[in-house]
C-alpha cells in the first residue's frame, strides 16, 4: 500500500517499490507518479490544497486509488496517462467546502481501462471537470458520480468522452446522479464526443430529489421523515461495488452531519 496525505500544502507519504515519486513544492503542489508495478494507492486531501497531481501507469499495469477529500478549499488537477493493457480504478469520497477539479484521462495504449466511482457531499460550490481521450483502439471508460447538495452545496459537472476516427471497439459509459436537498442550482452536461461508428457508448445525467411516495411509505412504518431522509441519502451514497471501508467512510461523514 502507498500512502499519500496532502494537508495545506504538505505531503507526506510512504511508498514502495511498485511507484516511482517525485514532489515539487511551490504555490500549487506537483506530484509525478510513475506505475511500475501492480499497487494500491490511498490519497487523503484536508484543508486548504492547490494540487497538480500526474499518474503514469506501465503496460499491462494495474492501479487501485482509494481517495479521501475533507478539504476546506480545494483546487486539483489529475493527468493520467495508460499504457497498453493498463487499467486505473479509482474510488473517491469527497466533502468539501468548496472544490474544482480537473480530471484528464488519457487512454493511449490498446486495451487500457478507466473506471471511476466518485461519490460526494456537497457542502460548497463543487465544479467537476472529467475528460476521457480514447486515444486507442478496445479502450475503455466507465465513470459514475452520485452527489448529494446540503447547506449552501450545488454542483457543476462536465463529463465527457472522446473517440477518435479508427479507434475501433471503445466502451464509454456515464452515469452521473445528483439529489438536491436545498435550493441551490445543480447542473450535469454529459457529452459524448464521438467520430467513430464501432464503439459502445452510454450516458445517463438527473437531477432531483427523493419521491416523496418513498417517504410516505418509510413513516406508515413509523420512520420519522428525518430519519427516513438520513437513511436515502446513506442508501443514495453507498450504493453499487464500492469496498466496505469507503461505504463506512461516507455513513461515518454523514453521521457528522445530521
Not at 137 to 152: F, P, Q
Not at 169 to 180: A, G, L, R, Y
Not at 206 to 220: A, M, Q
Not at 229 to 249: A, D, Q
Request: hydrophobic residues 35%.
Amino acid at each position: 500500500m502507498n500512502n499519500i496525505i496532502i494537508e495545506d500544502q504538505k505531503c507526506s507519504i510512504e511508498v514502495d517499490d511498485t511507484i516511482g515519486f517525485e514532489q515539487i513544492e511551490a504555490y500549487i503542489l506537483k506530484l509525478n507518479i510513475h506505475v511500475k508495478k501492480d499497487t494500491i494507492i490511498s490519497l487523503k486531501e484536508q484543508g486548504e490544497i492547490k494540487v497538480d497531481m500526474t499518474i503514469r501507469v506501465d503496460p499491462h499495469t494495474h492501479v487501485i486509488m482509494k481517495c479521501q477529500d475533507e478539504s476546506i478549499k480545494r483546487k486539483v488537477q489529475y493527468h493520467y496517462f495508460l499504457s497498453e493493457g493498463s487499467s486505473l480504478a479509482i474510488e473517491r469520497v469527497s466533502c468539501s467546502k468548496e472544490s474544482k477539479s480537473l480530471e484528464i484521462v488519457e487512454l493511449n495504449g490498446y486495451g487500457a481501462s478507466f473506471n471511476t466511482v466518485q461519490r460526494t457531499i456537497m457542502m460548497g460550490k463543487q465544479r467537476m471537470d472529467i475528460v476521457a481521450y480514447h486515444n486507442a483502439k478496445k479502450t475503455t471508460s466507465n465513470i459514475e458520480n452520485r452527489g448529494v447538495t446540503l447547506e449552501d452545496g450545488s454542483g457543476y459537472w462536465n463529463v465527457t468522452g472522446m473517440v477518435y476516427p479508427g479507434m475501433t471497439e471503445c466502451v464509454i459509459n456515464q452515469k452521473n446522479h445528483i439529489i438536491n436537498l436545498n435550493n441551490k442550482t445543480s447542473r450535469i452536461n454529459p457529452n459524448l464526443l464521438i467520430e467513430e461508428n464501432n464503439v459502445t457508448a452510454n450516458h445517463s445525467a438527473y437531477i432531483g430529489t427523493f419521491d416523496e411516495d418513498i417517504f410516505f411509505y418509510l413513516e406508515t412504518r413509523g420512520i420519522p421523515r428525518d430519519k427516513a431522509l438520513s437513511l436515502l441519502v446513506e442508501g443514495f451514497l453507498t450504493e453499487g461495488s464500492m469496498e466496505e471501508e469507503i461505504k463506512e467512510r461516507i455513513k461515518l461523514i454523514l453521521g457528522g452531519e445530521k
